[in-house]
């Protein structure tokens, strides 16, 4: 049963599922509810909450999959388990599933709070998802930053969700919704910028097999050194931010430990710039796809310490 679970949970990248569960999670209790004294969801439709967005994860990891069963066959043949584990056809049915009882639960939360028209969101980020593993993935940057939108929407839907409960917070104290509202920027910003880079450097680490399934990634039509450049310009402009991160949080409000931790995460920052500059062979850019992803685990702690 135990091995069962662990297939399962590395075929619909639980470790990443994890990481979204954590940052709503984080972004929830500890730093709205934690400033604001209290949270506009009560905990269980929270989980609920979380649930849904997880829905929408999963099921946007399995329709890539079921799209890229051709690519996958040469850039992850250890890793593809669409048509290999599991046929075509079980694998729609865990996407109608999944697409199925998220949307389920996105109609429950949107009817508990009196607007169901908020649903819409929920269809609009699938529809989203379907798009970009259909016909937005083998095109130049849209591909990533469609995936990099994503990732910051997980973080603003909750600030979204919360809306109502901040905005009597910012009538009764204005300067700090002002603080929270530049940390949840900041978190938008991280989210975003660090998915895009690490979007870039995957790209790059599937070149072959994306130039062989006909793909028109950014590598594949520009060539893996306009890439590599534009991945590191991102990667400065992410270092930059968190910089200024750093520098606002120990001038204006003495908040060490998450200085200290934005500055630790900077020389890893610089230390994938080091690695990708140097790059040449797809384990190098498998190296740094990995760092970036430790990276964007750290940056979550931040919200602990702010």
């Known amino acids: 049963m135990t091995g069962v679970i662990r297939r399962w949970f590395g075929r619909l990248r639980g470790g990443n599922l994890c990481i979204v569960a954590a940052t709503q999670l984080l972004v929830q209790y ?74 389920g639960a996105a109609w429950y939360l949107a009817d508990f709070v ?91 680490e599937d070149l072959e097999g994306d130039r062989a399934a006909g793909l028109r990634t950014l590598p594949v039509v520009y060539g893996l050194a306009f890439a590599k450049k534009l991945a590191l310009g991102s990667l400065g402009l992410l270092g930059a931010g968190m910089a200024l991160a750093a520098f606002w949080g120990l001038w204006h409000f003495r908040a060490w430990p998450a200085g200290a931790l934005l500055c630790g995460l900077l020389i890893a920052v610089w230390q994938v710039g080091r690695l990708l500059r140097q790059a040449t062979r797809r384990e190098d850019f498998t190296c740094a796809s990995r760092r970036l992803k430790w990276i964007m685990v750290g940056g979550l702690l931040v919200a602990l310490l702010v």
């Open 30 to 103: 500890a730093l709205i509810a934690r400033h604001t004294g209290r949270a506009e969801l009560p905990w269980p439709r929270f989980l609920l909450f979380v649930g849904v967005t997880l829905c929408i994860a999963a099921a946007g990891y399995v329709i890539n999959d079921l799209m890229d069963l051709e690519t996958d066959r040469i850039n992850k043949p250890a890793q593809q388990w669409v048509g290999v584990h599991v046929s075509v056809r079980a694998a729609w049915a865990l996407y109608a599933v999944l697409v199925v009882a998220g949307g």
């Open 114 to 204: 009196g607007e169901p028209h908020l649903q819409g969101i929920y269809w609009l980020a699938v529809a989203a998802l379907w798009a970009y593993s259909r016909w937005l993935k083998g095109r130049p940057f849209l591909g990533n930053l469609v995936v990099s939108v994503f990732t910051a929407f997980v973080v603003w839907i909750v600030w979204f969700a919360n809306r109502h409960e901040l905005a009597t917070f910012a009538e009764r104290q204005p300067q700090q919704w002002a603080r929270l509202a530049g940390v949840m920027w900041a978190y938008c910003g991280f989210a975003f910028l660090s998915t895009l880079v690490r979007e870039l450097v995957k790209d790059m």
